[in-house]
């Protein structure tokens, strides 16, 4: 039988391959059922009808999702050791942010990031028939919509990426900090390299397309464990989260599972939203100059995909253009009591940003002064309409800022 502590002590010590393979290895242990031990015993009240796989074996389910509970928590010291632990960790390239939004290029090696960085921007990087040909972050900017939007080309990363292979684990990190994943893809190449890439993505972390599961979870003083589904689950049951609490030493929460079709996969990333990134992505590929009109077909009605030859120069104003649209950047022309607003220089913000975002935007003092604002434009019910800090601004809204001292 396997003790996951002692496995865990072993972890401490192992460089972080070898952890990982150890961990990999007794995940795979536990999932052929022989490490009974974890399952534990206590008094379980059922809540509501349950989906048919989960109803029939849900000793199997208890066990996994208790170990996926602790592989999750074991995954994340690894990928970001504490201070004093050395090197192994989650660090980027040393690139500082800049602009009003941040695109990182990610692909396997070779499939065109730097000839796509060198088209949209003035940025020139190295290109060359040859992987690992960009061997750190080179940043360019691209002037879009009236924003500058920083793109970060990258090195290749190879399949186990996420365990360090390559420079894997800093090109993950440096796309962890982007607003928007450019996933480049070949054309050519087998359709297997996406679900590869996102397999490595979501091994530290990064969810891909996706929002916070709708579950929520507050850590108490005291008080006990208060779990309650809003609809009868379907993947979950109260034991389970229980036991996956008492795990994580949760021992006085409240949680509220919203989603009937939730997973124990979901509520873990709940526990660990602070090692979880949800990130916009979307996937390009490249070279469709050397793939067959049926294939390329069927590539550009993915979901999320578009489709690109930097070689003859196709596709790439689409490309940016769906770029702009997933980073949904909110443009904002401010204007001056009886002074037409200048329509040549925007302020961006993000979406779902408010008029407290558009002050603090253009000066970190302008809300203690603020009055009330003026908008015309689609977030405006009437026009003008005049609103408080809180009301949420639309793209290409004008606004005027009316303060205290001058009302
Ligand atoms: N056929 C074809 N080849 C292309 C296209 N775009 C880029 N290439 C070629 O693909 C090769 C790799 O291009 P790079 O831009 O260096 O690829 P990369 O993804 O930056 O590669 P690494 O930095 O090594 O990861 C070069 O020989 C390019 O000329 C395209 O649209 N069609
Ligand atoms: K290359
Ligand atoms: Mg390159």
């Known amino acids: 039988m396997v003790n996951i502590t002692e496995k865990i002590k072993e972890c401490d010590f192992l460089p972080f391959c070898d952890a990982l393979r150890t961990l990999t290895r007794f995940q795979d242990r536990g999932r052929n059922g022989s490490d009974s031990k974890w399952v534990t015993r206590t008094h379980h ?25 602790k592989l999750a928590r074991l995954r994340a010291q690894l990928l970001e050791p504490g201070p004093g632990a050395g090197s192994g960790g989650g660090a980027g390239f040393d690139v500082s942010k800049s602009g009003d939004a941040r695109i990182a290029l990610v692909g396997f090696p070779s499939v065109g990031k730097s000839t796509f960085l060198s088209k949209i921007t003035k940025t020139k990087s190295e290109v060359a028939a040859y992987s690992f040909t960009t061997l750190t972050a080179i940043p360019g900017v691209l002037e879009y919509g009236g924003a500058e939007i920083q793109i970060l ?52 972390g990064i969810r891909l397309n996706r ?8 850590a108490k003083k005291a008080g006990g464990m208060k779990i309650t589904f809003q609809a009868p689950p379907k993947y979950l049951d109260e034991k389970m989260l229980y ?52 294939y390329l077909d069927e590539l550009a009605r993915e979901p999320h995909t578009v489709v690109m030859s930097c070689e003859l120069d196709l596709g790439i104003a689409d490309v940016v253009e769906r770029c702009w649209q997933e980073l949904r950047l909110i443009r904002i022309y401010t204007k001056r009591q009886s002074i037409d607003p200048d329509f040549g220089e925007a302020l961006i913000v993000r979406s779902g940003s408010t008029i407290e975002d558009v002050c603090d935007q253009i000066h970190r003092t302008m809300k203690d002064t603020f009055k009330y604002a003026l908008v015309w434009g689609a977030s405006a019910k009437h026009i003008p309409q005049r609103v408080g800090l809180g009301h949420f601004v639309a793209d290409e809204d004008v606004v005027q800022i009316v303060s205290a001292w001058r009302a």
């Open 243 to 294: 036991n996956i609490l008492r795990d994580y030493k949760m021992l006085n929460c409240e949680v509220l599972v919203r989603d009937e079709n939730a997973t124990v996969d979901d509520f873990i990333d709940v526990i660990m939203k602070d090692h979880r990134k949800y990130i916009r992505c979307l996937y390009v590929y490249n070279k469709i100059d050397s793939v067959t009109m049926a």
């Open 153 to 204: 080309d990258l090195p290749g990363i190879i399949e186990g990426a996420s365990e360090g292979k390559g420079r894997g684990r800093q090109v993950i990190s440096a796309a962890k900090t982007s607003d928007l994943i450019l996933m480049v893809l070949d054309a050519t190449k087998r359709a297997e390299q996406r679900a590869l890439l996102e397999a490595e993505l979501e091994a530290v």
């Open 45 to 69: 009240r059922s809540v509501g009808p349950v989906a048919d796989g989960f109803a029939e074996n849900k000793a199997t389910e208890y066990h996994l999702g208790l170990l996926k509970g």
């Open 211 to 218: 929002s916070p599961p709708n579950i929520y979870v507050k």
